[in-house]
């Protein structure tokens, strides 16, 4: 990395900082957008909030809509997706390490240097305005503290930036291609070693997993067909499941669409609806009438196998261990049937070999879902793994038990690391005996599925969350 020659001073504190109490500052008149996004990164900062629960929230309460919520809801999401390369960028600019710059400050920060670096506001703009927002909550010293790095980052663009704070590409091309596309380390590396690629495949993977992805919707089977439904949203029918619709709703909450609020349709990435049907699709011998769910809440994927398992004669029932998600479960059900339990899927009660098909969507990471979450990829920690990866292992068991002898139990991860995917798998089928059949036969038409028997999906090859999904069934 190289040193830059001076640095801006430390600003002096002008008076004591405003808004410790804990309540969000009073928007400023003019810039509505840039100060909801600032109050959600403080939230997500202080509470370890979800931004897409927050910002939201905000929105709605201060009545922001059309542009500025348009770009209240780009700048902060994007900010907080860009943390890693804004932190280092912010730490070649600044006078003193991060951890010591205000919270607040830092936050304003975040959000200017996103604005220089990631979008084509005017470079005048993005410091006025984040400037102003440091002046209006921390007062003139710190303002004029953020003018400085601001100034400094404004010195080159994101592709300069990356050169100078990279590690080198050729001594590390996973650690340079993590900081271009602003992703963690150690979850380069797990997207490295599940495509088996340190080059263009990476590149692609955590390029894809950078943007913004379109908001998929599900139709529900036997209330809306994925045509009726593109008609009524004006999205487009998915590729590949037979429910999907893709759309761009900008800022707005698709909870807040008509077919969704009528419950004709759910918000649910296209791969998860490629795995929950996948389950339906492996053909059985044998009675086929008893479904379960065995991670239910909080039931998107318990609602299309519903709604599938009452059109072809079946029952679901749903388990789900934290009591307040099995009340989402029933609430996202409405009127499809299925019967929630509360319990540990490890030991659930229910009994032993007394259903034909399982569904295992096991808690993970979420690596393959970094794209929804805006926040997720720089709380989450190598460390999370291995626990998560003996849960999964213990739930999957589990689900061998409770299915009968040629029934078949579907085992989804929304992520690609190899200790929660293929590792499990591998592990739970040796133990158990249970056969491991090819997954792909399942995803007709999804292209580029890899060897098998798994089915690893990704966005920058399907265009949905990088889902995993794997098929066993207990020996007859
Ligand atoms: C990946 S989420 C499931 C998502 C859900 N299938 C859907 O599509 O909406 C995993 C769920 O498993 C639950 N869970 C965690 N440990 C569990 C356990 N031991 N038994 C049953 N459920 C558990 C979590 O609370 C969480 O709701």
């Known amino acids: 990395m190289t040193q830059r020659s001076s640095r801006p001073s430390r600003p002096e504190r002008a008076h004591p900082p405003r808004g410790r109490t804990g309540t969000p500052p009073r928007p400023p008149v003019g810039d509505p957008a840039r100060q909801a996004a600032l109050d959600t990164l403080r939230a997500v900062r202080q509470r370890d909030a979800y931004a897409n629960l927050v910002l939201p929230g905000i929105l709605r309460e201060r009545k922001i809509t059309g542009r500025d919520a348009a770009l209240a809801t780009e700048l902060t999401y994007g900010s907080l997706r860009a943390q890693g390369l804004l932190d280092a960028v912010l730490t070649a600019c600044a006078d003193r390490p991060l951890s010591e710059v205000d919270g607040a400050v830092l936050d304003a920060l975040r959000l200017g240097a996103y604005q220089l670096l990631r979008t084509r506001i005017p470079a005048h703009a993005a410091v006025a305005s984040t400037v102003d927002l440091v002046r209006a909550d921390r007062g003139s010293g710190a303002a004029g503290f953020a003018n400085a790095v601001l100034r400094r980052v404004t010195g080159q663009d994101e592709a300069g930036w990356v050169e100078e704070v990279a590690p080198d590409e050729d001594a590390d091309p996973i650690g340079y ?27 692609d993977a955590l390029a894809a997993d950078d943007m913004r992805p379109a908001v998929h919707l599900a139709a529900r089977p036997g209330q809306c067909s994925s045509d009726e439904l ?75 196998l519903g709604s599938l398992a009452s059109l072809s004669g079946a029952s679901l029932d749903a388990v789900e261990k934290a009591p307040h998600r099995a009340d989402l479960i029933r609430k996202a059900a409405g009127d499809v049937p299925m019967t929630v339990h509360v319990a540990d899927g490890r030991e659930s009660g229910l009994a032993e070999g007394s259903f034909d098909r399982v569904l295992v969507d096991a808690p993970c990471t979420g690596l393959g879902a970094l794209r929804r979450r805006p926040e997720a990829r720089w709380r989450r920690q190598p460390s999370d793994v291995a626990p998560l990866a003996r849960l999964q292992r213990e739930l999957l068991t589990a689900a061998l038990t409770l299915v009968r002898p040629g029934g078949v139990v579907a085992y989804v991860v929304c992520t690609p690391h190899l200790s929660e995917t293929v590792g499990v798998v591998a592990d739970v089928a040796r133990r158990t005996g249970a056969t491991w059949l090819d997954a792909r036969e399942y995803f007709p038409g999804v292209p580029d599925l890899g060897d098998g028997p798994q089915v690893q999906l990704w966005p920058h090859k399907h265009g949905t969350d990088a889902m995993f999904c794997a098929m066993l069934q207990r020996p007859a």
């Open 177 to 203: 291609l993590a900081m271009a596309h602003a992703h963690p380390r150690w979850i380069a590396q797990a997207f490295a070693e599940a495509l088996g690629s340190r080059g263009e495949p990476l590149r």
């Open 230 to 304: 593109a008609a009524m949203t004006g999205g487009e029918v998915a590729p590949y499941s037979p429910y999907g619709v893709h759309l761009d709703t900008g800022s707005g909450d698709p909870g807040d669409l008509d077919p969704v609020r009528e419950r004709l349709a759910t918000v649910q990435d296209e791969g998860s609806q490629l795995c929950a049907v996948a389950l339906t699709r492996v053909p059985l011998e044998g009675s086929d009438e008893r479904w379960l769910d065995l991670c239910a809440g909080p039931g998107g994927k318990a609602v299309m």
